[in-house]
Structure formats: C-alpha cells, structure tokens
C-alpha cells in the first residue's frame, strides 16, 4: 500500500510534469512511437492481407507469418537489433512494428474474406474492376473487423513500448527502469499507472470507433465484439 502511495504522490507533484523528461514529454513521446509503429505496420501488412482476403489464396501464409512473429519475444529480438543498429530508436522502432504486423495482418484478411463471395460477384456483374470492389466494397464490409487488428495492434505495442527504454531515452518506459534502477519504487509504480491508463483510453477509443463502424452496416462481418 505504501507503494501505491507513493505512486500517487509522485504522479501529482508538478515538477514532474514539466521539462525536457516531464510526464507530459514523456507521454507525448510515448504516443507518437505508437503511432508512428501502427501506420508503418499497417502500410506493410493491411494491402498484404487484403489481397490475399480479396483473392482467398495464400491463407497459409497469414497463419506462418503470425505465427512466427508472434513466437519471436520482443525483448530478445530488440537487444538483438540494437546490438547491430546500436542505441537509439532504430533497434525498438523496428522490434515493435514486427511485433504490430500479425494482428493487423490477420485483421485485414479476415475482414476481406469474410465478405459474401455473392456480394464481390453482383458488384463484378454491374461492371466494377477487381480494385473498385476491393475499395467500394470489401474494404467498407471488412472495416469493423480491420479496425479490430488495428486495435489489437495499438495495444500490443502501446503496452510493449515501455521497452524503447532498454535501447532509448525515449518514452514512458524511462519510468520503470530508472525506478527499478534507483530503487524510486513510486516512479517506477506511477509509470506503469500511466502506461495502463494510456492503454485503457486507447482501448476505449478504438472499440468505440469499431462498434461506430459496425453499427453503420448491420450486415458487417465480424460485428463489433471481434
């Protein structure tokens, strides 16, 4: 109990909110690597699985490469890239986007080939291309389940940045290992608080948006609880 205490205390003294390693840059560090991670995943792996949705071929392929990335533990494979790239950003940028590229893989297959091959058909009957019924209709019927990948992503690598501390002075996670290291249990305790409430809103943002998105096509694959 003394250390949620002190958790508290230390999240509510100002000072720690201010400069260059304030709470509040820290955060915004935080954020901005999370997002930064998702959008370079997402232009990798969602046209991979769309295609492969879209042409219902080579769906053992998703399964090989989720599952192979996903047996990879982050930690070992970042100290394994900074070993090469050295210390900086580069080493965990790259360890969290392998990380990000199963769940928004599978997301964007699921979401594509779960559309009724009916519905691709009556659109090829009225004289759309293949692209057309990818981005007219597969892409929006798919959107709730896409948005699902994206959500299972963000969290994944929202929770596992903490970790850019290993390689970086870079983010939240400078929290925990300089409380670990100094003994500051409160801010070592106040930085996970923050990570997890960081967490817990992009979760609830994200699963409000998907079931927004689900709500506007009642028919939608996958609905809104994927």
Request: proline share 4%.
């Amino acid at each position: 109990m003394i250390y949620v205490r002190s958790a508290f205390a230390w999240l509510g003294d100002g000072a720690h909110w201010s400069g260059s390693t304030g709470i509040a840059v820290r955060l915004g560090q935080h954020l901005l690597a999370t997002a930064l991670v998702v959008v370079i995943a997402a232009l990798i792996a969602v046209p991979v699985g769309v295609a492969i949705g879209h042409t219902r071929r080579g769906a053992g392929i998703i399964g090989a490469i989720a599952g192979a990335a996903r047996s990879v533990p982050t930690l070992g494979l970042l100290t394994l890239f900074a070993l090469g790239l050295g210390i900086g950003l580069r080493a965990p940028l790259l360890a969290l986007i392998i990380l990000a590229i199963p769940s928004l893989l599978a997301g964007a297959y699921a979401g594509v080939q779960a559309v009724d091959p009916a519905t691709s058909d009556a659109a090829r009957a009225v004289g759309m291309n293949e692209m057309r019924i990818v981005t007219q209709v597969e892409l929006p019927l798919g959107a709730p389940v896409l948005i699902g990948g994206v959500r299972a992503a963000t969290l994944q690598v929202v929770s596992t940045a903490t970790l850019m501390a290993y390689a970086a002075d870079w983010g939240l996670g400078r929290y925990l290992f300089t409380g670990l290291k100094t003994r500051d249990y409160g801010q070592m305790l106040g930085g996970a608080v923050l990570v997890i409430a960081v967490a817990l809103v992009l979760e609830l943002a994200l699963g409000f948006a998907q079931r927004r998105v689900a709500a506007r096509l009642p028919h939608a694959p996958g609905g809104a609880d994927r």
